[in-house]
């Protein structure tokens, strides 16, 4: 049976068996996975192209690195409060709904990415200075951010879009979307970053065109592919996707109360736990910043290089989240809690064996990143105590989609928080003067892991949804 025939024995309380469960949740989540990944070649590529032109150009990406993931996270968060309504109103099989939700998210997200890019540009040319950063990279990293940040629009255009179409079932169309982007990110970065050269092929020598804009040219490539991207998924969103079509849709693009209070209630809580997050980890950053150019290049490296293991847990998470979010709009609570579980442990199975890889592989990993002997080793060293981490990781990934689907945030978040800070923060602070870098990313293990235990415990016994007879 496809795919869209099993949605809609979900919004239409057709019964459905734990292998037709099964297959929905295999059906939504391979292409979601392979869009993940798909990501993070891109950022292996982009890092190994910047990584070439020396550990100084690494380290200035890396500086700003989690700046960037703050800024994101604020525009993130807009599509996740109104894409979550989307769901359940097309669980509840109420598409006209649906469709005013998503006009009225097309004028907040254009509103709050302009005030994100606006403030962000104001602040770059402080931003490396504050973030402990050398002068040798304080100009590429400012650059670099300043360039990231000038693309809110475009980014706000990707994620409404995606998570609209997530929500509407359509995952695979936004995850081929997704791999496209990466390809074209590739292909622009390749021209944009390095000048222009004499490649010796064979008897023959090719000339290859390049701006030479350095780690500048890593970011205009990106936000061109992005670009590119995002105008399609929202043609397709407003004009081919059935549950969100907007053609000849009389609903108005001003938002409503209820709805814009419903979104606060939903991101609200994601919004407060993403930026402080995202302090803490720039307040990490800001713990190894002293630790010199080779610990902040092999952090970011590592960081990119484990990204690869833990991008299919988000995948399956965004599968959860669709369907958990229609079978709570539809009022199936007992077929929520399967897709929750469903969804939790083929994260935990994915993840667990991605660990196994990374844990082997991590040598293999870093040389591809960067040609620098010590980053390579600190590197690999780290991604080996961090793979021990990943199943439990991957528990607190899905976890979070499952309450994010529920549209049950606020409880999920403080646990985020709290984790974060009272367990990473604390213990990288501790450990880092004295082990330098293994202290961080031993740190970053011993939270994640007890992260996703806490999620797991409030899965099985958190009142995260009322049970129905």
Known sequence: ????????????????????????????????????????????IDDAMVGSLGALASASVGLVATTTWLFWSIISCVATGFSVQVAHRIGANDLSGARAVFRQSMTVGLLLSL????????VSPW????????????HDATVYFLIFVLGGPLAMADMLASSMLRSAGEIKVASWANVVMCVLDVVF????????????????????????????????GTLLAEGLVSAFLLW??????????????????RP???????????????????????VAQITCTIIVAPLGAVAIAANVLGVTAESLCYMPGYGIGEAATTLVGQSYGAGRLRLTRHFAWMTTLLGIGVMTVMGVVMYVAAPLMMASLTPDAAVRLLGTECLRIEAWAEPMFAASIVGMSVFIGAGNTAVPSLMNLFSMWAVRVTLAALLAPRYGLHGVWFAMAVELTFRGLIFLARMKWGRWMEEKN
Request: net charge positive; aromatic share 8%.
């Open 1 to 44: 049976m496809k795919k869209d025939e099993l949605l809609l024995r979900i919004r239409e309380r057709q019964k459905l068996t734990t292998g037709e469960q099964l297959r929905l949740v295999v059906l939504l989540s391979v292409p979601a996975i392979l869009a993940q990944v798909s990501t993070i070649l891109m950022f292996y």
């Open 236 to 253: 397709y969103a407003v004009t081919r996707c059935r549950e969100l079509c907007l053609v000849g849709d009389g609903s108005s693009f």
């Open 189 to 220: 970065n390749f021209f944009a970053i390095f000048p222009t050269r004499v490649w010796a092929v064979a008897d023959c020598s090719v000339t290859i065109p390049g701006l030479g804009w350095g780690v500048a040219g890593a970011a205009a």
């Open 115 to 122: 005030a994100v890019s606006l403030v962000g540009a104001g």
């Open 256 to 278: 409503q109360r209820l709805v814009m209070r419903r979104a606060s209630t939903i991101a609200g809580p994601i919004l407060l736990q993403r930026a402080l997050m995202n």
């Open 127 to 138: 931003l490396p200075g504050w973030l402990g950063g050398d002068a040798a990279i304080s």
